[in-house]
């Protein structure tokens, strides 16, 4: 850059300038610029979580059992709800924002010359914050895929894959078994590979990939255990985990169905670790009542915050609806990014709400913004209650004036616009 960056918003303008274009997958610029840096992730003892949906609820577990642990755990994690540093949490404390002004004020002539991505970037930005700080062990969460997602220069001591559904069919493929080959790309020689997935077709997919990278052991949660008697509440999730001839009894904070096999996979790749980072059983249970992730089954007051973006989140987010029983009506302010399948969303959620209030959000990229005149005729064709608001900000006081319970969904935009104006600290 021409100038020199001085403050925290140069230098977020510096690096949302890199989102432009289209995804760049590939490993070649991630491991230029981290060379430049020293090679920080190389000292790094991490456990990396894939999937496509659940592991910002893996990656959350995993950090607070750590931390019960004694251990000084950093998280990363994307995108952000509210301000940038979210992405990166040590003990669950955001890096403070003058090491990125100079982060970005030292590298900006290397990542222009590599020509690196928005993402790559921060993840090596990521990687030395963590080196820096001395932690225990990191949690890191993939941003696309697996195979060649800038995080997977690690050589983790875990790596868990949480499921696979469709999405980022762009990048990705536009199966689940092209896509579970894509995710299954983190699993590395001699590493312990966790397979989440719970349908038997993609299940055995990864376990088969797993194997042919040399991963070792390759664990298949749901093949090994089982969920019974589970109960969902609007205060947590509580469930039996049986493996084998043991039997535990497993209570999570995180809301829904899908947070018991999140837990689960959780659990299994705590197993895996070193003996002196794995966890004993009561450590596990202290840190679980720990665990909190905003924008996921997020309740405050009549607002539930969800960052459900596609189909299956979606269908997964009507479900934990239909059990929570919160009072009606449902009013949801809905909003989703133009490269997304609203509708598939909203016929999930269409039986479980009492209207839509369609809305655009202020930070959503205008190149992703979705057309909410076809959104509208769409829910209109479909004798769905629906509503056009194309002010944030109205909608938002519509959608909390009209409902006993207010639904905040659509997008990790939508969500985090709403708690910046409601001030609901994303902070866990």
Known sequence: MARTLKTYHDALDFLYARTTGKWKLGLERVEAL??????????????HVAGTNGKGSVCATLDAVLQARGLRVARYTSPHLVDFPERFLVNDTPVASDRIVDWVTRWT???????????????????????????????????????????????????????????????????REEIAVEKAGIFKRGVPAIVGEPEVGIRALLVSHAVAHGASPVRSVF???SIESLTVSATGTEFTLRRDNTVRRVRTPLVGRHQAHNAAVALTMLEELPDDLRPDAATVDEGLSRVALPGRFHKVGKHV????????????????????????????????????????MMAALAPHVDRFILTNTPTSPPSR?????AVMAHARANGWTAEVV????????????EGETVLVTGSFHTVGDAMVRLGVLPAP
Do not use: C
């Not at 928005?118 to 941003?143: H, K, L, N, P, S």
């Open 34 to 47: 981290l060379s430049a840096l020293g090679d920080p992730h190389a000292s790094l003892r991490a456990l």
């Open 109 to 175: 002539p290397e990542v222009e010359r590599l020509g690196a991505t928005f993402f790559e970037a921060t993840t090596a930005m990521a990687f030395q914050f963590f080196a820096e700080d001395g932690v225990d062990v990191a949690v890191i969460e993939t941003g696309l895929g697996g195979r060649l997602d800038a995080t997977n220069v690690l050589r983790p001591l875990v790596a868990g894959v949480t499921n696979i559904q469709i999405d980022h069919v762009e990048y990705l493929g536009a199966t």
């Open 223 to 225: 093949a090994e255990s």
């Open 305 to 344: 915050f969800d960052v459900a973006h596609n189909p299956d989140g979606s269908r997964v987010l009507a479900r934990t609806l239909d059990e929570t029983r919160l009072p009606r009506p449902v009013v949801a302010l809905f909003s989703v990014l133009s490269d997304k399948d609203w509708a598939a």
């Open 369 to 373: 913004t979705w057309d909410i005149t």
């Open 390 to 401: 194309r002010d944030f900000d109205r909608a938002l006081a519509r959608a909390t004036e």
